[in-house]
């Protein structure tokens, strides 16, 4: 690897504002606001509208979307090929 070409990854707080849940982890991202962490050090802090905590696709709460009744009335209006009707 060629030196100095990699942005640094430092240990920075993910804050969900929908979830009330936040992540230390490792990003090359940069907040200038920083807040003081469960072992007792301060780290940035960045603000997320959704993450896994409250998406509805992790937290089981999405709705199913009734494609099959959508297919079977195109198939009741326009045939199985698609074609139109022709009276």
Not at 26 to 50: C, F, K, L, M, Q
């Amino acid at each position: 690897m060629k030196p100095r070409i990699h942005p640094v990854s430092r240990p920075v707080v993910f804050r969900d504002r929908a979830g009330g849940v936040a992540f230390l982890t490792r990003s090359t991202a940069e907040s200038e606001r920083r807040v003081e962490w469960e072992d007792g050090n301060t780290y940035p802090v960045i603000d997320v509208e959704i993450s896994s905590a409250s998406h509805p696709f992790y937290t089981g709460t999405g709705r199913v979307v009734d494609t099959a009744g959508r297919v079977e009335r195109f198939e009741r209006r326009y045939g199985k090929d698609g074609a139109a009707r022709r009276g």
